[in-house]
């Protein structure tokens, strides 16, 4: 297919991107207007300026997928990827896409070491929770300045409510509201740099799909078990379409992977939201949890693997997952229908909110106790804190911030107005293990990982001081440390 004579929308629009690392392939991915283009082919170097072509080829349109429709600024497009094979190992490469003589951005990315190579360094960029209709996503960009190797987005990669600037100006439903949004939310300069700059491996989280969700049903859906699953259905179509990964073929559910970073460390991803997660307690807002409530949250399927992970990781495991696994307790309330037993209460769609689950992965994790690390998201305020083992010792975790949703204070100041010095220190009060708080800020976080210690950054807008605190092995404490003069750091 060649362009016609007419004045054509422009390819290129959305970005390009890169994604799903393993140590000899990537997905790339782009998207081009429907119509009016021909074949995509695609380059990969070893350099930007592709003085050395490693691969290259062609994607015809009856391979591309993804149509959103004339609801677009530029006209109907589609997306394209295309997982690229044969590349060389623990390798930086670079890569653009061309449509009928238009040449795209130059993307990079670096393919992983293999499972038992001895390297030294890596960084590891987090982000979640981006609502457009909240912020800019200006904190996307200055994590691409960090020059993170590889980026985990731990959810909420879009928002699926209708408020505005939202397209469609409703809540997404069905597969064409879903692709709909996240071709909107491509069109942000910020996000199609960080994009850009480094692979990514996602997971989904509620506002992917709908708020508060579990397996069968969520919060704000009043959909039949058939309607919900397809509009889930419509949310996964859309969210492997437009993100830079295929389904998972090292975990149990789509979303479930792990990322072998050498001898080094360990990146498990894991889906404790829509893949087995029960209905909670209380579908939106606090609720009284007794710490006998049996809920599940994530499978039977999901356990063997994560144990197996476990048992095969040599260094640091890094666990991400979407949600605060650690204890973050609001109050402690006598609970009426318990015969006035006091019992905390807690945000019922964290782990709090499966508390027999959130001790089981306690036990799972003990026998890398000295080299863990839990990363979760959601909650919009950057916490330091962590789970205790049966022998009390801290399985520490990072919570990252939001980009760009309202901060954990706001939303607090919603319902009661209290300042937040005030919260921070009642907070403090319930949860000792908390070491650190943040619940006005957003941003994203960097991990330093070396065999010794975890360096773990605070990365907020451009020209600001970074906090950085250190994780060493064996200590499970968060400590402050100063900044090393890295772009990391922007010291």
């Known amino acids: 297919m060649h362009r016609s004579d007419q004045a054509d929308p422009p390819p290129f629009t959305h970005g390009v991107a890169s994604g799903d690392p393993t140590e000899s392939s990537i997905v790339l991915w782009t998207a081009v207007p429907t119509e009016a283009w021909g074949d995509v082919e695609y380059t990969v170097g070893l350099d930007p300026d592709f003085a050395t072509v490693v691969a290259s080829g062609r994607i015809g349109p009856e391979n591309h997928v993804g149509a959103v429709g004339q609801h677009e ?102 597969d064409g ?3 709909r949004r996240h071709a909107q939310y491509r069109r942000e300069p910020a996000l199609q740099e960080l994009h850009r700059s480094a692979p ?31 509009r889930r ?12 990964q295929e389904p998972s073929t090292t975990g149990p559910t789509p979303m479930d992977r792990r990322i072998r970073l050498g001898a080094l460390a360990d990146i498990v991803v894991l889906d404790a939201r829509n893949a087995a997660r029960d209905r909670p307690v209380r579908e939106s807002g606090p609720a009284l949890v007794s710490p006998t409530d049996d809920r599940r949250i994530i499978s039977d399927e999901q356990w063997a693997w994560l144990e197996q992970c476990v048992d095969e990781c040599p260094g640091w495991l890094v666990v991400c997952t979407q949600t605060q ?79 760009a949703s309202t901060p954990f204070a706001d939303a607090i100041r919603t319902k009661l107005p209290i300042p937040t010095t005030l919260l921070m220190r009642w907070l403090h009060r319930l949860n000792p293990q908390v070491s650190y708080m943040d ?43 100063e900044p090393v003069p890295t772009a990391a750091t922007g010291s």
């Open 73 to 174: 600024p530029e006209g109907p497009v589609r997306t394209v990827s295309i997982r690229v094979g044969g590349l060389a190992e623990h390798t930086v490469h670079h890569y653009r896409f061309q449509v009928d003589g238009v040449v795209s951005p130059v993307g990079q990315f670096a393919t992983l070491p293999s499972a038992d190579a001895d390297i030294d360094h890596v960084r590891v960029g987090l982000a979640t929770c981006a609502r457009l209709a909240s912020a800019t996503f200006e904190p996307y960009a200055d994590l691409a300045r960090a020059r993170p190797d590889l980026v985990v987005h731990l959810g909420d990669y879009i928002y699926e409510d209708g408020s505005a600037p939202h397209e469609p100006p409703a809540e997404c439903r069905t």
């Open 177 to 179: 509201d879903y692709r």
């Open 200 to 230: 990514w491996v996602a997971v989904w989280d509620d506002h992917d799909v709908a708020d508060d969700s579990w397996r069968t049903g969520a919060a704000d859906s009043d959909d039949g078990r058939h309607e919900w699953e397809q």
């Open 233 to 244: 259905g419509a949310a996964e179509g859309a969210y492997f379409d437009w993100i830079p």
């Open 325 to 403: 696994v650690s204890p973050l307790r609001l109050a402690r309330l006598p609970n009426l229908r318990r015969r006035g037993r006091v019992e905390p209460l807690v945000n019922p769609g964290q782990w709090d909110g499966y508390p027999l689950e959130q001790e089981r992965l306690a036990r799972t994790l003990a026998p890398v106790a000295g080299r863990i690390l839990l990363c979760s998201g959601d909650l919009h305020g950057r916490f330091h804190t962590g789970v205790r083992f049966a022998d009390g010792r801290l399985a520490p975790e990072v919570t990252t911030p939001s980009i």
């Open 439 to 481: 619940l006005q800020s957003r941003g994203s976080t960097v991990l330093d990982i070396t065999d010794e210690s975890i360096r773990i950054a605070a990365i907020g807008p451009s020209g600001t001081r970074p906090r950085v605190w250190r994780l060493d092995r064996n200590d499970p404490e968060i400590r402050r440390a």
